[in-house]
């Protein structure tokens, strides 16, 4: 039938809930099977949902680079997808400042910022949702208390 990009959605759907039951590997293949349709047929909200997923696997299994590097393509993806943009990159920002402030990522996090709490504040017009908002203010205080503790260590 040629819905190309609802297949990637139901992929995407399947791999989280696997993931919900614990089924990780599982949930790998789906989130891959997905990536995969959405490159090859340039639906960009199907590969950024995929390569969040993926992202957020390899990291919790410790995997960091991989995870890293498949956050960073879901960032990329984010903007150019075919429906609201927002609420994906979002979602890809909260995670990806989040890892980098833990891993030390200082440098990459920093022009992010800016970013994440613009989309933060249009989601939440949208929305009403606070939280991105407000975890967007804890990720800007997080950086300025690490900055701050670098400057001192120079001395």
């Not at 943009?85 to 909260?94: C, D, G, N, P, T």
């Amino acid at each position: 039938m040629q819905r190309f990009r609802d297949q990637g959605e139901a992929y995407c759907n399947s791999a989280y809930h696997m993931k919900l039951a614990g089924k990780e590997q599982d949930a790998a293949k789906f989130y891959q099977k997905a990536r995969d349709v959405g490159a090859q047929h340039g639906f960009f909200s199907v590969e950024c949902k995929a390569c969040t997923g993926l992202g957020r696997q390899a990291i919790d299994a410790g995997r960091l680079e991989e995870g890293l590097e498949l956050l960073r393509n879901a960032m990329v993806a984010a903007p150019l997808t075919e429906e609201d943009a927002s609420r994906e990159e979002l979602m890809v920002l909260q995670l990806l400042t989040s890892v980098l402030l833990d891993t030390d990522g200082i440098d990459e996090l920093e022009p992010l910022i800016p970013r994440y709490r613009a989309v933060a504040k249009a989601e939440m017009r949208k929305s009403g949702q606070p939280f991105a908002e407000i975890h967007g203010m804890y990720i800007t205080a997080r950086l300025h208390e690490v900055l701050v503790v670098r400057s001192l260590s120079v001395y």
